[in-house]
């Protein structure tokens, strides 16, 4: 494009990403999911005290933002591959194939949740019909670049999501009752810890901050934006979480999805019900931003480290591999939340936190520290 | 080679490239003709020009003779022409003089230039493009029968209709001008409004064959000088036969091409013009065209209206308000329409559901069927009402309203609700105060319709993601379509959604106002 345009563009409009608008794409990827699956497995394990494991979750989150800090801080403008690079040299191949193929399983598994989820107003329509459209409307966001998406996710955030989860909170009020959340730790902190371990492989999930850092626009202002993240993720998940609970009391335990069940009690005066099936907006949303994320990441990490000049074929691929992972993956609902309780419980900690923590260790052992910092080329 | 080629194919070939060549060669000898230096004979100057312009009906060629017996001629096109003013400033005096043909080789055209033309200011002539381009300009060619060259005296009339109210963009109160098919009439209702020299107007033209004159504004200091530097390289980079409205240069020069949604404001209104200019951004007058072009332009920008900035600021943005509300009601509303009655019956509440379903028992076609049937019916009336006169157009909407909401219900076509609908987007469409952005409005619903549809609520948001990243994508000169909305500019919400009154609008916008930031100085916030 033109001199103009290049310059306005640094000025105004970036062609890389902002660090709100990161924060934000994060933010809805977590929201779409807390929501939805995650809901449904903790609130099974963790019944009343959920909100403990939502607030643990934070502070592990918040931990885990601050060990991407100091890796990014290290290694400022690098991404994760040329970090490994330097400090893994050909060991880095496990990990970073791992996370490629964990981003991509990830994103084949929110298709077959977002089926699943659904079944539950269009019980008859096939499948493919749901996850086709989302995953090319995945493919196609990525093409255009996360700068893009990152826009559209903005709109729907405020301009729809906020103002419709406010409405509908306000209409649930109502029938909530604030002592159905007690007694307090009547099961002990077991299943807190273990409600706890699955927020944290949520925000494990956004270790892949560390595949579009590079392309941020200010790294230095990053860090405030992760950790605020985490404390809007957090928010929403109390609310998504213990709305159920104060709604249905010891009763949400043994609900397939508590919060959607919440949403169809909504009456407004003596006609108006049913509300539900506009809470699809928000799923649909969740749901597609968190497939983009994931075949984004994943893409634009396959081609770094094999030096591609543009990602859109491997964006394609993927979600082509995704979309036929999807079909295959869990069999039935138990299956798909016991999948999704493994990975966010142990995979996605391992990878997310523990793969950046022993980066960091051996930065400090090693004392590597990049001074010069020369911002990447590639434009995501 | 030898022998006879007999192959129709390499003969049909052969025709083609002979033919080819001899367009070639003819083109070549129109080019030397035009470019051909003016002789000194009268005669045989008029012949090269007849000859060239196949003797055009509209240019004359006047002989005269001086009293001292020098033989002339005076080319002018007509109706481009003074008539009044060319016989009494040009033919009068002329005829007066006592040049005889013996004076020939004096420089007589020189005499012309300074004695003759002293209003409409004259120029000397020295090929025979010279000479048509400047008489399709309102000037009158003089020839001396042996003097070489000619003299071009400006007597020109301009055809051009009063200024008038714009026809798309009304206001109650507000100012009334609109622009109108001349430019230079245009350019002074800007200049009315910014009598600055910071007001800076290139002129271009454009257009091989209409030659069309482009004048790009902008206000130094004001403007970011790379924005009008981009703007004048697109328009130079421009190489077309004719420009004969602002739209051919919007889409020769605009960033996004293939879209549908307008990203560049075309407006009638000199207001309008001149507050983008003082926003920091560029204007395009086309002469010959009624619609200047202003540019960066956002979406946010298309859903603005004049009108806002002439009343109470709180009454505009409650207007505003209205007007999102309309655009996103007459996006989705049949999409929803189609997509509620088809698959999510549950969320309609219980009596107007009966309501509907009554209403639709005896309806033979599927809700979309009835939706789109009805849709390209509106479409067809509306567009056209748009072409037809005045007179017949009254009698097109009774005709159009009665076969479509009375006999159409009555004969059980469809039912009595999607009227409401459907007359509801049509009505609701059109607070919209930009009429391009109605255009794609109308074309956007269509998908929306087909995705309530196939998926319900599920299509209409598959769409409508698909939509908003098409939006998102987007860009203006470098500035985001969407923005502020989308990426989020605080700093522009003053004058987005809610227009906040002017003693708190002290900055331009962030996305264009580059130069010089500020609006107003202390005193007036």
Redesign the interface.
């Known amino acids: ?5 290049a ?3 640094k ?4 062609l890389k990403i ?1 660090h ?2 990161l924060a934000f794409l994060l933010t809805t990827m977590a929201a779409g999911q807390e929501s939805t699956v995650f809901n449904s497995i903790m609130t099974p394990i963790v019944g009343r005290d959920i909100w403990l494991s939502v607030l643990l979750g934070m502070g592990l989150g918040a931990l885990a933002v601050v060990i991407w800090s100091a890796l990014m801080a290290r290694f400022p403008r690098e991404g994760i591959e040329t970090i490994a690079a330097q400090l893994l040299g050909p060991l880095r191949w496990p990990f970073l194939v791992a996370f490629v193929v964990l981003m991509t399983v990830y994103a084949a598994i929110a298709g077959r949740t977002f089926t699943s989820l ?1 079944a539950i ?2 019980p008859t ?1 096939p499948p493919p ?2 996850v086709v ?2 995953f090319a ?1 995945a493919v ?2 990525g093409i ?2 996360i ?6 996710n ?3 955030l ?2 729809v999501d906020v103002p419709a989860g406010m409405i509908l909170s306000m209409l649930l009020m109502g029938q909530q009752r604030m002592q159905r959340i007690l007694p307090i730790l009547a099961h002990g902190w077991v299943p807190v810890v273990s409600g706890g371990l699955m927020m944290m492989g949520l925000y494990s999930q956004l270790a892949m901050v560390l595949i579009f850092a590079p392309a941020t626009v200010s790294l230095q202002k990053l860090k405030g934006a992760l950790l605020a993240a985490v404390g809007m993720i957090g928010l929403m998940a109390m609310g998504h979480n213990v709305g159920p609970v104060l709604q249905f009391g010891a009763l949400a335990k043994q609900l397939a999805w508590p919060s959607f069940a919440q949403l169809r009690l909504i009456q407004v005066g003596r ?5 539900d ?2 809470a ?2 928000l799923w ?2 969740g749901y ?1 931003i968190l497939v983009v994320m994931n075949l984004k990441a994943s893409s634009l990490l396959l081609k770094r480290l094999f030096h591609f000049d543009q990602d859109h074929w491997i964006l394609a691929g993927l979600a082509i591999a995704a979309y036929g992972l999807s079909t295959v993956v869990a069999a039935t609902q138990d299956v798909l939340f016991r999948e999704v309780q493994l990975l966010n419980q142990w995979i996605f900690p391992s990878l997310g936190l523990g793969f950046p923590l022993l980066l960091l260790g051996l930065a400090a052992i090693r004392g590597s520290r990049r001074k010069h910092q020369s911002a990447r080329a590639d434009n995501i | 080679m030898t022998g006879i080629v007999t192959d129709p194919d390499v003969l049909r070939d052969l025709r083609i490239r002979s033919a080819n060549l001899i367009d070639e060669i003819e083109e070549v000898l129109f080019r030397n003709q035009l470019s051909r230096p003016l002789s000194a004979n009268l005669t045989n100057n008029m012949a090269v020009i007849q000859g060239l312009t196949h003797q055009a009906a509209d240019l004359q060629f006047t002989k005269f003779a001086c009293r001292g017996g020098l033989q002339g001629a005076i080319l002018f096109a007509i109706d481009f022409v003074n008539y009044e003013l060319m016989v009494a400033g040009i033919v009068e005096p002329l005829t007066g003089l006592n040049w005889t043909q013996a004076e020939v080789g004096r420089p007589l055209l020189e005499q012309v230039a300074k004695t003759i033309a002293p209003v409409g200011g004259a120029e000397a002539v020295d090929n025979v493009k010279g000479a048509l381009d400047s008489i399709w300009s309102g000037g009158a060619v003089v020839f001396l029968d042996g003097t070489s060259g000619a003299v071009s005296i400006n007597v020109g009339k301009i055809n051009k209709r009063s200024i008038t109210r714009p026809v798309s963009e009304q206001v109650v109160m507000g100012p009334h001008a609109g622009f109108i098919e001349d430019g230079m009439t245009n350019l002074s209702l800007v200049r009315q409004r910014l009598k600055t020299p910071r007001l800076w107007i290139d002129r271009m033209q454009v257009g091989r064959h209409t030659r069309t004159a482009v004048y790009l504004l902008s206000l130094y200091g004001v403007t ?1 000088g ?2 009008v ?2 703007v004048k ?1 697109r328009l130079c980079q421009i190489n077309i036969d004719g420009v004969l409205d602002s739209n051919y240069l919007v889409e020769l020069v605009k ?1 996004d091409r293939w879209t549908i949604f307008p990203t560049v404001l075309r407006t009638e209104r000199p207001d309008r013009v001149a507050a983008g200019l003082l926003e920091g951004r560029v204007a395009i007058i086309v002469d010959g065209s009624p619609l200047a072009i202003v540019a960066p332009a956002t979406l946010p920008m298309m859903m603005t209206s004049a009108a806002d900035y002439y009343q109470n600021w709180m009454v505009a943005t409650f207007l505003r308000i209205v007007r999102y509300i309309a655009l996103t009601a007459s996006l989705l509303t049949p999409g929803l329409y189609v997509a509620l009655t088809t ?2 019956q ?2 309609i ?4 559901l009966i309501t509907m379903a009554a209403a639709r028992s005896d309806v033979p076609l599927p809700a979309v069927g009835e939706v789109l049937l009805l849709m390209v019916l509106f479409d067809i009336i509306r567009e056209a009402g748009a072409r037809v006169p005045t007179g017949i157009g009254s009698a097109l909407t009774i005709g159009g309203t009665l076969v479509v909401g009375q006999a159409a219900v009555r004969a059980g076509i469809i039912s009595s609700p999607i009227i409401i609908v459907v007359a509801g987007i049509v009505i609701a469409v059109l607070a919209i105060p930009n009429p391009e952005l109605v255009q794609a409005v109308r074309f956007a619903t269509y998908p929306v319709i087909l995705g309530g549809a ?6 209409i ?2 769409v409508t ?2 939509l ?2 098409h939006l ?2 987007l ?1 203006s ?4 379509y ?2 502020p ?4 500019r605080p700093t522009d919400f003053k004058d987005f959604i809610i227009r906040l009154p002017w003693f708190r609008q002290t900055t331009r916008p ?2 264009t106002g ?1 130069t010089d930031v500020m609006r107003q100085g202390p005193r007036s916030s």
Request: glycine fraction near 8%.
């Open positions: 494009m033109s001199t103009l345009i310059k306005r563009a000025h105004r409009v970036p902002g709100w608008e659904s107003i269009f329509t019909m749901f459209p989302l409307l196609y966001g255009l670049g700068q893009v998406v990152a826009r559209v903005q709109l729907l405020f301009y006609d108006i019900q049913r509300l099936v506009f699809v907006v649909v949303h597609w | 970011d790379a924005l530097d981009e390289s960033s698959y999510h549950e969320a509440p219980t009596p107007l196939i998926l319900g609520v599920y299509g948001l598959f993601i698909g908003a990243l998102a994508s860009e000169f470098g500035v985001a969407l923005s909305a989308a990426p989020i962030a996305q580059y």
